[in-house]
């Protein structure tokens, strides 16, 4: 024999002495005493067993089952009892709690495996700790408990993957299309306070962040917005500033004051646009990283509010061709949101009114990496005449109807964490 394979499945030379020290530890539990030559003469005897298997790499079980039968030979059945009990309790806890020396490397950084998971939380930060340690006690527990042993052991073999079992033991769910349009619309809660409909297209963009934020975290997995859903605001910041200055300025000309509102609301459109920029990517969720949002930039022909949207989707490509700057002030590529484009008649640059703002998204591709782009056309084909937003930034939720016999695709879910 060479090596000892452990019960972590790594391997390390085999060393003798290990199974003396053993042995002379459960003489001394049982207030015996052991000489040299005795200890030695059932080493070699423990060994000589192991060695008719003809095996390089030995398992730690096969060695201690050998001291067992050494002991039992040899008639010390008191020594033999106290190894055994020895060997069961701390098989019993290694059952019982597996999660002790991977929290302790965690809190010390040392968790290599952890620290590069995920590049968009870092370990060394305590609220990605806590959301770790919370992870480990579910991996535990799922392994343990929740798990059938036939899938625990199939994972384990590489047979399949059970995935987000660190969230397994949490009903929660790990996806979703969240409706913010109703949110906007008709107002909503967070904790516990109202939050009526905005105004304006700049509190509208602050409410959403925190809309985003607030989903993400209570849930695992990423989410998807439509972008459409503001349009409306930036139509009715134009109409209370056009309001404000008619009352303001009844004098002046229907075309300069058409000037100054247009200005006005570049502005606010660009601050905006701004704010969810720089909220999604400095707003940290309970479990210590960025909101995993996808934002669905679709310039729809039966939109309402078409042109207000089409001013919002251009100036979202703008500001994250330019990117965002990091703690040295270099404009760098955000992580978040994501950004999916939708390609339909009207920008598939075959002479469309919004062929521009593609040629912007082109450019904004070739520099950042996205937006992804999707087709209307295909689209439609596939799910019945539908376009939708991709449930985070892959996937495609069927079409399904609600009780009215209406399309629903925005405030839908998918199934429990890791049933999907």
Request: proline share 3%; with cysteine; net charge negative.
């Amino acid at each position: 024999m060479k090596f000892l394979k452990k019960r972590n499945g790594t391997v390390v030379t085999f060393d003798q002495q290990k199974i003396s020290n053993a042995m002379e530890k459960a003489f001394k539990a049982c207030g015996k005493e052991i000489s040299e030559n005795t200890l030695a003469e059932f080493t070699d005897k423990v060994v000589g067993h192991l060695d008719c298997h003809h095996k390089d790499i030995v398992d730690i079980e096969d060695v201690q089952n050998q001291v067992e039968c050494v002991l039992m030979d040899a008639g010390i059945y008191d020594v033999a009892k106290a190894y055994i009990t020895y060997r069961y309790t701390r098989t019993l806890a290694r059952k019982q709690n597996t999660t002790d020396e991977s929290i302790l490397k965690l809190i010390r950084n040392e968790n290599k495996e952890l620290a590069e998971e995920n590049a968009n939380k870092s370990t060394a930060i305590n609220s990605t700790q806590r959301d770790y340690i919370a992870g480990e006690v579910s991996r535990d527990l799922t392994r343990r408990v929740l798990l059938p042993e036939e899938i625990r052991q199939a994972h384990d073999d590489g047979v399949l993957h059970f995935h987000d079992m660190d969230y397994f033991i949490q009903n929660m769910f790990n996806c979703c299309l969240v409706d913010v349009g109703d949110m906007l619309d008709n107002g909503t809660v967070m904790n516990e306070k109202l939050i009526e409909s905005p105004k304006s297209f700049q509190v509208a963009a602050n409410v959403m962040t925190q809309i985003i934020a607030c989903v993400a975290s209570n849930q695992y997995g990423g989410q998807s917005v439509a972008v459409s859903c503001l349009g409306k605001y930036l139509r009715r910041s134009k109409e209370k500033l056009e309001n404000k200055l008619k009352e303001a300025c009844p004098e002046l000309p229907q075309a300069e004051r058409d000037k100054i509102v247009d200005l006005q609301v570049r502005t606010e459109l660009r601050s905006g646009v701004q704010t969810i920029q720089y909220q999604l990517n400095t707003l940290m969720t309970t479990n210590g990283q960025s909101p995993f949002v996808t934002l669905f930039l679709q310039l729809d022909e039966n939109d309402p509010y078409l042109v207000e949207n089409a001013m919002i989707v251009e100036e979202i490509l703008r500001q994250r061709l330019e990117g965002i700057k990091n703690e040295q002030g270099i404009y760098i590529t955000p992580a978040f949101p994501k950004l999916v484009y939708v390609l339909d008649e009207n920008n598939c640059l075959k002479g469309g009114t919004y062929d521009d703002i593609t040629r912007l998204a082109i450019r904004c591709s070739a520099k950042r990496m996205y937006p992804d782009y999707i087709s209307a056309k295909k689209m439609k084909e596939n799910y019945e005449e539908n376009v939708f937003s991709p449930m985070g930034c892959r996937s495609f939720l069927s079409p399904w109807k609600d009780e009215n016999g209406e399309y629903k695709f925005n405030g839908r879910l998918t199934a429990k964490l890791s049933r999907r």
